[in-house]
């Protein structure tokens, strides 16, 4: 079987799999946030930390959840690591430094997973059990809380209450991520992920050297890194390393995790809202994006310039030879169009045209399908977009799901889809211009802005990947890498629970023959061209001049 038959024999299995799941998933997770009913952990959790689960918010109320929660856990998580050294099960690793704490912080509470040190040679049991994996857990259940929130808001009327945040966050822990997360660690565990909280292992010489691994609970960090979208590593290798994903079984089955509650997430939508079909619309979008990507990046790391690539069947470098490039190429697009990050190759090594597909992943907003939530609430912000394009097309109000996009509304969509691409692009003006940051570059040129580019719109958009060639361990990649996921984080939410504050008070709209029928393939195909348009002009001259030119080049 020839490598390129293999990676689209396992894009099918993949896509089955999803199919399979996305029924059954969908469902269930629009039960969840409907009920009414408090299982009896659930309300010990509420009396724990003094909340009334069945009180309505307003948007401004849910918001002051979202962020008084994130903002605990930032200095929870942050205190935790500088007190490492103090703690039992710490493997002798010392405190984290102040600016590296900060942005492991930030990283973890937003979701978005960025790394900076080498996980086996830094974090200790404690901090990796209790801090890490416990925000895997709870940023992804914030991100679905404020996606459900916003569909709240399209889904009733003259009423500003979208649901109550802290009864929201406690449902998707306990009875969406926590029961996937056992199945699928157990699953893990069985195909050879390690998962013990042994100590420091000598396993022989290196390069002159001893070489050491220490233990952890590896498969259960997994499991939530993949599921919630979260994407850090237990080791600095990440998916690449064989005691996270040991087997091309497990590559496949921890991409099915990443992917199956952002797709699945859709059919939700529709339930809630009253309408299967404009969820298979919203799917249908995210679907096309996905594949598209998939199929451009399989032919740019499969194309072949020169003898050594023909012999290594295409671009091999920074790819596990027990994975493949097929395999590899589906892992590096779903981890950028969804806001995982996870990685089970190294995208500086692509091709110049497959580092700037992973890049461009990325600037769409992560929303094909996205991350936990987040990708659902971008899509919809972006829908918000496409129908105000298409009636100013038609010189009439644009309604969606029965709501009419006003002045308002459209002002709260604008400030979404602005706020991260600012955020990226002043950054890296910034880190170009300056002298200091410049020097963390392992390279120079196209593929050296590439590096800084590419670590300021993983942080912004809440990613976590890296392009494995930039030195961002300094106290300005921390520090401003750090105040990029924040921002990147929180400022569009504000934006989403407004949204969602302004659609649930008003009365539902009748169809009428001039209604655009946001639920057929013509609505599908201006969505994708509004986000594709949308992303290109913004991000177009930065990309010209780092994965353009170096692709071109080549």
């Not at 490492?84 to 010392?94: A, D, E, I, V, Y």
């Not at 390690?194 to 390069?207: D, Y």
């Not at 919809?380 to 709501?403: C, D, H, N, Q, S």
């Not at 200091?436 to 593929?447: E, K, Q, R």
Request: hydrophobic content about 50%.
């Amino acid at each position: 079987m020839g490598p390129v038959l293999a990676g689209v024999l396992q894009l099918l299995a993949l896509i089955a799999a999803l199919a399979l799941a996305y029924v059954p998933l969908g469902n269930y997770m629009a039960r969840v946030y409907s009920a009414d009913k408090h299982w009896r952990v659930e309300k010990w959790i509420y009396k724990g930390i003094g909340a009334n689960p069945d009180t309505e918010m307003r948007w401004p109320a849910y918001l002051r959840g979202v962020l008084a929660f994130s903002a605990v856990g930032v200095l929870f998580l942050y205190l935790l690591q500088r007190l490492q050294g103090m703690l039992p099960g710490s493997l002798g690793f010392k405190a984290i430094d102040p600016d590296q704490a900060f942005n492991t912080a930030a990283s973890f509470v937003t979701n978005t997973n960025w790394q900076s040190y080498y996980g086996e040679q830094a974090m200790g049991h404690v901090v990796q059990t209790a801090g890490l994996a416990v925000q895997n857990f709870v940023s992804a259940a914030v991100g679905i809380a404020v996606a459900v929130a916003l569909v709240r808001g399209f889904a009733r009327s003259r009423t500003g209450e979208l649901g109550n945040f802290w009864s929201d966050l406690v449902r998707g822990v306990v009875r969406i991520l926590l029961p996937l997360s056992v199945l699928a660690a157990l699953v893990l565990v069985a195909c050879g992920v390690i998962q013990n909280f042994s100590g420091i292992h000598e396993v022989g010489q290196f390069m002159g050297g001893n070489q050491q691994w220490n233990g952890g609970a590896v498969a259960s960090q997994e499991a939530i890194k993949e599921i919630g979208t979260n994407g850090g590593g237990y080791f600095n290798a990440n998916s690449a390393h064989p005691f996270e994903n040991p087997t091309p079984f497990t590559n496949l089955f921890e991409i099915f995790l990443l992917l199956v509650i952002p797709f699945a997430l859709t059919r939700t939508f529709g339930i809630m809202v009253g309408s299967i079909k404009q969820g298979h619309a919203i799917l249908a979008t995210m679907g096309t994006i996905w594949v598209g990507f998939i199929a451009l990046m399989m032919w740019t790391e499969f194309a072949h310039h020169g003898p050594a690539l023909d012999i290594a069947g295409g671009a091999m470098e920074g790819k596990e030879t027990r994975i493949g490039i097929g395999a590899s190429s589906i892992f590096a697009v779903s981890t950028t169009l969804t806001s995982t990050g996870a990685v089970d190759s190294f995208h500086s090594s692509f091709t110049g045209l497959g580092g700037g597909i992973t890049m461009l992943g990325i600037q769409l907003g992560e929303i094909a399908p996205g991350g936990t939530g987040s990708g659902l609430y971008g899509m919809l912000v972006m829908a918000v977009i496409a129908v105000f394009i298409a009636g100013l097309m038609v010189g009439r109000t644009p309604e969606y799901l029965g709501k009419k996009i006003g002045t308002r509304e459209i002002k709260f969509a604008a400030c979404y889809i602005l706020i991260t691409p600012a955020l990226v692009l002043i950054f890296t003006a910034a880190a170009m211009a300056l002298p200091t940051p410049g020097n963390s570059m392992t390279n120079s040129g196209a593929h050296g802005f590439s590096e800084i580019l590419y670590a300021y719109t993983s942080g912004a958009n809440n990613n976590g990947s890296a392009f494995a060639g930039l030195n961002a361990d300094t106290q300005w990649f921390n520090t401003t890498i750090g105040l990029a996921m924040l921002l990147g984080r929180f400022l569009p939410m504000v934006f989403v629970l407004a949204l969602a504050g302004s659609l649930a008070e008003q009365k539902p709209v009748p169809a009428t023959a001039g209604t655009l029928r946001t639920e057929k393939p013509l609505f599908t195909g201006l969505l994708v061209g509004a986000i594709l348009i949308i992303t290109g002009l913004t991000y177009f001259p930065a990309l010209a001049l780092g994965p353009l030119a170096e692709g071109l080049a080549a």
